[in-house]
């Protein structure tokens, strides 16, 4: 009950900053945060079955993978930054270019943690501990969350990053943690933890839709990229005119009076 309150909090506060945003904020953006915020949820519910390892994965994906990269798209933090007084609003600008922040949304950094999170879940005893302490259920289930969200945003960086990396290194980072999941979900089809149920159908639920969704995400990253790239390669082509910035001297009065003809 407490993450669905989170979330519906979330859900509300999202819709307020849209009605005080100093600018018509995309309807698009706002049905990704809904959508995204859903997605959450209803993974938080079906992360909870432990003992079933195809209904956890697929609570795992809603809530690791496909939740974060809707609300990677909601731009939460544009939004924050417009709809906000500029005086917090220039306080949220200073807070991300803090090196906290700027660690934290580095997909070097991002994207290894998640995928070193998800093995040290599946790939220790934590996840049969979590399935007896409720406390620690959730933890882990926001820890998901977060890192699958701070790992999307430092890959398509939809949201203002003043030291972004480049469209290759980004593309690097998402194609390792890809394989890094896609290795994981063929080492719980070989091993899977004791005591599951569907426990092959959920290793192959993993692989299966982590492909879909990297490959949502790595389309995404692709149209941002292109899109970028048509609006720069106008200008790059346009040719030099070195005698744009001269100006002509303006004509004196005389000069520009035409002298009379001689009738003919």
């Not at 698009?28 to 992360?47: E, I, N, Q, S």
């Not at 480049?166 to 690097?172: L, P, Q, T």
């Not at 980072?173 to 890094?180: E, R, S, V």
């Not at 290795?183 to 569907?198: D, R, T």
């Amino acid at each position: 009950m407490t993450a669905l309150a989170g979330l519906l909090t979330a859900a509300v506060l999202y819709v307020a900053a849209t009605w005080r945003c100093r600018a018509p904020w995309p309807l698009r953006r706002t049905a990704c945060c809904l959508a995204g915020l859903a997605a959450a949820g209803a993974g938080w519910a079906l992360a909870g079955a432990h003992g079933d390892l195809r209904t956890h994965m697929a609570g795992h994906l809603l809530l690791g993978m496909l939740g974060p990269l809707l609300l990677v798209l909601a731009a939460p933090a544009t939004l924050a930054l417009r709809a906000l007084p500029v005086t917090v609003a220039r306080r949220l600008a200073r807070a991300l270019r803090t090196p906290p922040v700027r660690w934290a949304t580095d997909p070097l950094v991002a994207v290894p943690l998640n995928a070193a999170g998800l093995w040290v879940l599946y790939g220790t005893g934590l996840h049969a501990a979590a399935a007896h302490r409720p406390a620690l259920a959730a933890l882990v289930s926001l820890h998901v969350l977060v890192s699958g969200y701070l790992a999307t945003a430092s890959v398509l960086a939809v949201d203002p990053a003043p030291h972004r990396r480049g469209v290759g290194v980004r593309a690097g980072a998402l194609a390792a943690g890809t394989a890094a999941h896609d290795v994981l979900a063929k080492w719980l089809y070989a091993a899977p933890p004791a005591g599951v149920l569907a426990a092959e159908e959920g290793a192959r639920l993993m692989y299966d839709g982590g492909t879909v969704v990297s490959l949502l995400t790595a389309a995404v990253l692709w149209r941002r990229w292109y899109v970028s790239r048509a609006v720069v390669r106008p200008a790059a082509a346009a040719p030099a005119r070195p005698w744009a910035a001269w100006t002509p001297r303006t004509a004196s009065p005389r000069s520009s009076t035409p002298s009379p003809q001689t009738p003919g």
